[in-house]
Each structure stands twice: as C-alpha cells, then as structure tokens.
C-alpha cells in the first residue's frame, strides 16, 4: 500500500523512490535540503529556493504558514520531502519544534479544505 492512499499525518518516513510512489499516486512532490541549515534564515532560504518562492515571500514563519497553506498556491495532493530532517531535527532541536508546528497547522489546514500535504521525512543513506 502507497503512503499516499492513506491521508497526511504529521511528518511520516519517506517511501524508497519518493517521486516514483508520487507520480504514480498522482501527488506532485517538493524536496527542501535541510542539510545546510544552521539558522532560521538559512532555514527559511532553503524553502524560498527549493519552493522557488517569489521574492516577496517575508521569510518569517508566518509567510511559510501561509505559502504553504493557500489553496491557490498549493496543489491538491503536495508532498515535501524534508532531505535531511533527521539531522536537522538533532542539530537544532528547537528550530525544528517552530517549523514542525508550522508544517503540522498547514496540513491540519489543509486538511480542512479536502487537501493534503504529507510532510516526508526523508532517511540519510547512512541509515537507510
């Protein structure tokens, strides 16, 4: 069974071969590196890239709420792979609580309006 059959909940492993699964479950899929983050403004760099955000994007937690969750923006089936998320999360344990909270309410938010966001956390190789 496909990740993908089964609604979003909270930040779940990636599958092996995430865009694979993604295109056969006709989810469109984001990666965003979290691997060279070491501050918020890396952090938020790293979305405005890999999301290819505009520049007006205000790089504060508020904004990714919102890009993250405007029906307009978003598709109705997202996936983001969050590469790294594991060491990301041990490094910067309190970063990764803020942007774990923001990730959690666009999906709830989401949710809410028949859509779904599921939030991969993806394995490094030397675990996998």
């Not at 899929?29 to 979290?34: G, H, I, K, M």
Request: aromatic share 6%.
């Amino acid at each position: 069974m496909s990740i993908f059959e089964l609604p979003p909940e909270g930040i779940q492993p990636a599958p092996a071969e995430p865009r694979m699964v993604a295109a056969g479950a006709q989810v469109r899929l984001r990666e965003v590196n979290l691997g060279k983050v070491s501050d918020k403004d890396d952090l938020m760099l790293a979305f405005t890239n890999d999301l290819t955000l505009t520049p007006n994007f205000g790089r504060n937690w508020d904004a990714l709420y919102d890009v993250l969750s405007d029906p307009e923006q978003v598709p109705d089936r997202l996936a983001l792979v969050l590469c790294s998320y594991p060491d990301f999360e041990r490094q910067h344990p309190k970063l990764a609580a803020q942007l774990t909270t923001v990730l959690l309410d666009a999906q709830t938010a989401l949710a809410a309006q028949g859509r779904a966001l599921w939030l991969l956390s993806d394995v490094p190789e030397s675990e996998g």
